[in-house]
């Protein structure tokens, strides 16, 4: 039952991600690119709340009580989403013979990259408070989850910001690179202050590697890019619990260094993205009857 619950917790969590985050980038793309990131930063307030809600009920309750407190709150907060209604994208016929730029290659690096991601982070999601958690005080625990949630909310609209100013792989590499770090401090030593800096190490990557592959992937004019991407990370996310199972065994430190090892490795894949990666792309839009050529600039490379 449980492996069916999570399944089905995966399934719906991805589709609820392709829905907004497609919504997002179709309503938001006149607009600077930091305000889809402070949507996105939803996320991390999410994870804060969520941890406070446990440390609130960790001393006056059983461990029942906060996945009763966490569905309730989910349940209203679907309330107050049921309302909102994304509008239908435009819909318009490519003109013959001006065929899209090919970007396949880029596209299947960036593909790699954030599959391993959704491998690396579900992890290190899963087991990071537990491991933080073994020796170490008792609100440490549950503190670094709601550090991870706060460094969450302002991070994507930050690399929003900087992917307007400098190259998107060249950040996203940055951005896994930071994250593997982050991951292995925890397995590299039990110093309360390492699983804080950890913690906010992060919550302040996962989001802005998300920010950053849709917007590339959207840079890339792949058709259905997002749907892909958010795909490739969702059966990570799937993987990732199932490969370092046989690691729990010896406890959180060898999942968490698997998880970091993944990551290192989905930072080579955005190490590939980067070569030759095209910048600069010559598109053609259909909004307007006269079909008008433009370029479109990722950002300068870095």
């Given at each position: 039952?449980?492996?069916?619950?999570?399944?089905?917790?995966?399934?719906?969590?991805?589709?609820?991600?392709?829905?907004?985050?497609?919504?997002?980038?179709?309503?938001?793309?006149?607009?600077?690119?930091?305000?889809?990131?402070?949507?996105?930063?939803?996320?991390?307030?999410?994870?804060?709340?969520?941890?406070?809600?446990?440390?609130?009920?960790?001393?006056?309750?059983?461990?029942?009580?906060?996945?009763?407190?966490?569905?309730?709150?989910?349940?209203?907060?679907?309330?107050?989403?049921?309302?909102?209604?994304?509008?239908?994208?435009?819909?318009?016929?490519?003109?013959?013979?001006?065929?899209?730029?090919?970007?396949?290659?880029?596209?299947?690096?960036?593909?790699?990259?954030?599959?391993?991601?959704?491998?690396?982070?579900?992890?290190?999601?899963?087991?990071?408070?537990?491991?933080?958690?073994?020796?170490?005080?008792?609100?440490?625990?549950?503190?670094?989850?709601?550090?991870?949630?706060?460094?969450?909310?302002?991070?994507?609209?930050?690399?929003?910001?900087?992917?307007?100013?400098?190259?998107?792989?060249?950040?996203?590499?940055?951005?896994?690179l930071i994250q593997s770090a982050g991951i292995a401090l925890p397995a590299l030593t039990d110093a309360t202050a390492a699983a804080l800096v950890s913690a906010i190490l992060f919550g302040a990557t996962f989001l802005?590697?998300?920010?950053?592959?849709?917007?590339?992937?959207?840079?890339?004019?792949?058709?259905?890019?997002?749907?892909?991407?958010?795909?490739?990370?969702?059966?990570?996310?799937?993987?990732?619990?199932?490969?370092?199972?046989?690691?729990?065994?010896?406890?959180?430190?060898?999942?968490?260094?698997?998880?970091?090892?993944?990551?290192?490795?989905?930072?080579?894949?955005?190490?590939?993205?980067?070569?030759?990666?095209?910048?600069?792309?010559?598109?053609?839009?259909?909004?307007?009857?006269?079909?008008?050529?433009?370029?479109?600039?990722?950002?300068?490379?870095?």
């Amino acid at each position: 039952m449980w492996g069916v619950l999570r399944l089905l917790a995966g399934v719906t969590s991805a589709l609820v991600f392709v829905v907004a985050a497609g919504s997002l980038l179709h309503h938001l793309r006149e607009h600077p690119p930091h305000l889809s990131g402070w949507a996105f930063g939803g996320v991390g307030a999410g994870i804060a709340l969520s941890g406070l809600l446990v440390l609130a009920l960790r001393s006056v309750a059983d461990w029942r009580a906060p996945w009763w407190a966490s569905a309730a709150l989910a349940a209203l907060l679907a309330c107050g989403a049921w309302n909102l209604r994304p509008e239908g994208a435009p819909t318009a016929a490519r003109r013959g013979g001006s065929p899209g730029p090919r970007t396949h290659r880029w596209f299947g690096a960036l593909f790699v990259s954030y599959t391993l991601e959704g491998v690396g982070y579900i992890v290190a999601g899963t087991f990071l408070v537990a491991a933080v958690g073994q020796g170490s005080p008792g609100w440490v625990g549950s503190g670094a989850w709601v550090l991870v949630g706060l460094a969450a909310v302002p991070s994507s609209a930050l690399w929003a910001r900087l992917g307007h100013r400098f190259s998107r792989p060249g950040l996203l590499l940055s951005a896994l690179l930071i994250q593997s770090a982050g991951i292995a401090l925890p397995a590299l030593t039990d110093a309360t202050a390492a699983a804080l800096v950890s913690a906010i190490l992060f919550g302040a990557t996962f989001l802005g590697v998300s920010t950053l592959a849709l917007a590339t992937g959207a840079h890339l004019r792949f058709p259905r890019s997002v749907a892909l991407l958010t795909a490739g990370y969702s059966v990570g996310q799937i993987l990732g619990p199932l490969l370092v199972t046989p690691l729990l065994h010896h406890g959180y430190h060898q999942a968490l260094l698997l998880a970091a090892l993944v990551v290192l490795a989905a930072a080579g894949a955005a190490a590939v993205l980067r070569i030759e990666f095209p910048h600069h792309m010559v598109v053609v839009r259909h909004t307007d009857p006269l079909h008008q050529r433009e370029s479109t600039e990722d950002a300068r490379p870095a």
